[in-house]
Every structure is written in C-alpha cells, then in structure tokens.
C-alpha cells in the first residue's frame, strides 16, 4: 500500500478549504438559528399600542420611572429617569428638549447623552419588545452605557 503524502501546498489548500467550510456552515447556523424569543411577558411593563405614540415625542411614565422617547424615525428608545450622578429622578424640559437633573444640574439629551455635568454617562436604557403591535419594556434589566452610540438604538 502506498503511503499518502501531502506536501505543503495541499496541505495548506485543505487547510483553507476546511476553513471556509467551516465559517460557511456557522454562518447559515447562525441564520437559520431562531430569534430570541420573549421569555416571561409578566416581567414586561406594557406601554401601550405602537400607533398610541407620534414621532418625534417623549411620553413619561413615573411609576416606572422611565421615558418612552419615540424617535423621528418611528423607533422607540426606553430611557430611565434615574440619573446617572446620584440618582435622583430627572424631568423632561419640552423647551430645551432635554432631561435636567433638579438635585446638581445634570442635562442629557432626548437619546440619553450627557450634555452637562456632573454626570459622566448617558441614561440607562430598557430593552424593549413588540407583541400585537404593543410596547413592551423589560423594566427589570436597564442597561448601562458608558458612552451612547447610535448602534445602541433599535428599530423596528
Ligand atoms: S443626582 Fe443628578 S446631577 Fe447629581
């Protein structure tokens, strides 16, 4: 029986060949992986009917404490009214269409940014989700950002 050789070009062909077949296959897994589902919509703070909320407003919800910032393009942005300072619960100043801090004077934009100290990072933000064309807002896991970007805005 002959022995197989493989010199250094096969092998180094093979290896590629192995290489995107492999990244070939883990990209179709990875799209014909199904979506994150919504695990438990109890846990979910229901805002509302999508069609409820025009474009371009803010609409506040105190009891949650948070604002349901429905952008210009028709996506939605969940932002808490907890301040990123000390904590204390920010108000929404329709002249200046921005939030203001009462405690030490924090201002952040209508998306969360940090427009004057002392507060160093944007708003936190609350994931959200749509189910029968309504506003669901997981109240329960704001997320921290260092710095806001505009990646970190979903839309629908
Ligand atoms: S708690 Fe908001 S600025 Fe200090």
Excluded: W
């Amino acid at each position: 029986m002959k022995p197989i050789q493989i010199n250094r070009r096969n092998f180094f062909r093979k290896f590629l060949y192995a290489l995107v077949s492999f990244q070939f296959i883990y990209i179709l897994f990875r799209l014909l992986k199904p979506r994150k589902q919504i695990k438990n919509v109890d846990n979910y703070f229901d805002a509302g009917e999508v069609s409820s909320f025009d474009k371009g407003k803010i609409y506040p919800f105190g009891t949650q404490r948070l604002y349901l910032h429905r952008l210009p393009d028709g996506g939605f942005m969940a932002l808490s009214s907890r301040c990123t300072h000390l904590g204390c619960t920010i108000g929404y100043n329709t002249l200046k269409q921005s939030f203001e801090c009462p405690c030490h004077a924090s201002a952040f934009s209508t998306n969360g940014e940090v427009l004057s100290p002392p507060a160093t990072r944007p708003l936190d933000f609350f994931p959200i989700a749509f189910q029968n064309n309504r506003i669901l807002i997981d109240i329960n896991n704001p997320q921290r950002r260092n710095k806001y970007h505009q990646s970190q805005v979903k839309y629908i």
